[in-house]
């Protein structure tokens, strides 16, 4: 799935795994407002409003979420899903935020020359406060939320889920200038995978563009 980037032509020495895998049975798949080169290569192009790529992968999302086909292993394993988010600041909540002083490692960073202080991310296991690093994995929620003294936390899976479902399909659809069709035919190459998404600069050349990767 090939977001924003006309391989064949500016990262041209790319191209040829995609041709191999092409070849081996891969689809391709290229989401590009303009019918690039790339694009007359692929299975499938879907044109979409430039600038609009955050609100597709959020449609994209939102369908794999109400289809509860969200890998929650890997989201808890391999990703700040689980970490809760401070109301007040924004924050992730720290081990510190409970009173506790970090603890000195010893060990130097040698970028700042500062030594590395040990003040582990706090997480969720059966509704209590938990450091990541005490805490066994498959008990780990990505889900939920806390009291901190008086400052309401959540987690940022439930954070990012709360503003995926903030928008319709329909309203994705219409700003997106894509079909609702698409947008699941999209989400169904995500659930079926593996995928792999090919970023390219054209999508982060606006306003927050980084979010969009």
Same mark, same amino acid.
């Given at each position: ?6 391989i ?29 080169? @790339?694009?007359?290569?692929s &299975? ?10 955050? *609100? #597709? %992968?959020?449609? /994209? !999302? ?11 292993a ?55 406060l ?5 805490a ?5 929620? @990505?889900?939920g939320?806390? &009291? ?5 936390c959540?987690?940022?899976?439930? *954070? #990012? %889920?709360?503003? /995926? !479902?903030?928008?319709?399909l ?23 995978g ?16 980084g979010?969009?990767?």
């Amino acid at each position: 799935m090939v977001w924003g980037a006309n391989i064949t032509d500016a990262q041209v020495q790319n191209w040829h795994h995609i041709k191999e895998a092409m070849e081996g049975g891969t689809k391709l798949v290229v989401i590009d407002p303009t019918y690039t080169q @790339i694009a007359s290569k692929s &299975d499938k192009w879907i044109p979409v409003r430039p600038g609009s790529d955050t *609100l #597709l %992968k959020y449609a /994209i !999302m939102r369908v794999i979420v109400e289809r509860g086909a969200q890998d929650v292993a890997y989201l808890r394993d391999n990703t700040v899903a689980p970490f809760l988010v401070r109301s007040d600041t924004g924050m992730f909540v720290r081990r510190s935020d409970t009173g506790i002083a970090p603890v000195a490692t010893g060990v130097i960073d040698p970028t700042t020359g500062q030594e590395v202080m040990d003040d582990p991310y706090m997480v969720l296991v059966d509704g209590a406060l938990v450091p990541l690093t005490e805490a066994a994995p498959t008990h780990v929620a @990505i889900e939920g939320s806390y &009291d901190l003294g008086g400052v309401a936390c959540r987690t940022a899976y439930e *954070l #990012l %889920k709360e503003e /995926i !479902m903030s928008h319709s399909l329909e309203e994705a659809s219409e700003l997106c200038e894509v079909s609702v069709e698409d947008i699941e035919y999209l989400a169904d190459v995500c659930i079926d995978g593996p995928v792999f998404h090919y970023e390219g600069y054209g999508p982060q050349a606006y306003n927050n563009g980084g979010h969009t990767t």
